[in-house]
């Protein structure tokens, strides 16, 4: 049996993902070209500087009407495509892979019609909040497919030292709680501690935040910016095995599973993490990461002071992060069996 899809997406074909929507459809892409299934890719990153790929996706669309449609973007972006179709009866097997964590949440509110959403023949969510909503709604064919990694290395597991490492890794801007890893890190300085932590930042500067990021880091000694951790390379999971803990404090609207959390099972490093959209579906407080509220500066600044005061216990948090990660092999999550499920 031919089994051939159309992908529609962020997917910066060719070149080095630059955000989680990018990275997932690669991997994504590639995986699917393992078991058997080509793939045509309609790449909508920038699409502004090449509108013809509309053009492309609508003429692909009516020539490989038996190839199932793979829509793996925001949802913000396909939502008119999924009501035009509906409307004009288009019959083709869809899928809406699902990217972030808020479509369940705005598909309550009535900012996307259920019936709309509904259109798709299969709608892959990450986490099982998502999809109770949605299925409360009334919206068919949902299933969670949790976010995945290729997990080909793992480094080794190191331990605490006598100074405390935390790392963040991930977009750098305000709604990530950068903002507030810097106000925690002012408050144990204030109590003497500067000499027992560091922080250091890995990610890409959000525009328009960078000068203040950079002007607020220059007055802190125990704080730096390393740029960008390659984890293509089993290098850079060496590199990232060697911090004690992962902070996470996020409040950004389009959350979903962080694929910084799968990053952290691999290299065994504990995640301080906000109690806010799907994190806890993923992340258990104290077992393999330590949940704070969101917005509380004082709670941050309370956990990180406590993985410097008790280290045995985050060795343990340690072990456990890395008997968790082989879960979300993409091996293991992008499976035949999975394929056959949703028609592909």
Aim: proline letters at 3%; a positive charge.
């Amino acid at each position: 049996m031919k089994r051939e899809v159309i992908i529609v997406g962020w997917i910066r074909k060719g070149q080095p993902a630059d955000c989680g929507e990018t990275m997932k459809n690669q991997l994504m892409v590639r995986r699917l070209t393992e078991l058997g299934v080509r793939c045509r890719q309609m790449d909508f990153k920038d699409w502004k500087k090449h509108p013809w790929v509309i053009a492309d996706l609508l003429w692909t669309m009516v020539t490989h009407k038996d190839n199932t449609l793979i829509l793996s973007t925001s949802t913000i972006n396909i939502y008119p495509l999924l009501k035009l179709l509906k409307s004009i009866g288009w019959r083709q097997n869809v899928v809406h892979w699902v990217i972030g964590g808020s479509l369940g949440d705005k598909v309550t509110n009535g900012v996307f019609r259920a019936d709309v959403i509904g259109y798709a023949n299969h709608t892959l969510v990450e986490s099982g909040i998502m999809m109770d909503q949605l299925q409360k709604c009334g919206v068919k064919g949902v299933r969670q497919v949790p976010n995945f990694k290729p997990i080909t290395y793992y480094p080794k597991l190191s331990l605490c030292g006598p100074t405390t490492r935390f790392v963040f890794l991930s977009r750098i801007m305000s709604e990530k709680g950068c903002d507030y890893i810097i106000d925690a890190v002012k408050t144990l300085n204030t109590q003497g501690l500067k000499q027992s932590f560091t922080v250091d930042f890995y990610g890409k500067i959000d525009q328009g935040y960078d000068g203040r990021f950079m002007s607020e880091i220059e007055t802190l000694d125990n704080v730096s910016y390393r740029g960008f951790l390659n984890l293509r390379e089993n290098s850079g999971y060496d590199d990232l095995a060697k911090y004690d803990v992962m902070l996470f404090p996020t409040y950004w609207k389009g959350e979903g599973f962080a694929g910084i959390f799968i990053d952290s099972f691999i290299s065994g490093v504990p995640i301080i993490a906000s109690d806010w959209a799907h994190n806890t579906q993923f992340l258990k407080d104290n077992e393999n990461a330590m949940i704070v509220p969101v917005h509380d500066v004082n709670a941050l600044s309370e956990k990180m002071r406590y993985c410097m005061e008790n280290k045995d216990d985050v060795n343990r948090l340690k072990r456990n992060c890395r008997s968790e990660a082989s879960k979300y092999d993409i091996n293991n999550i992008i499976t035949k069996d999975l394929l056959t499920s949703i028609g592909v």
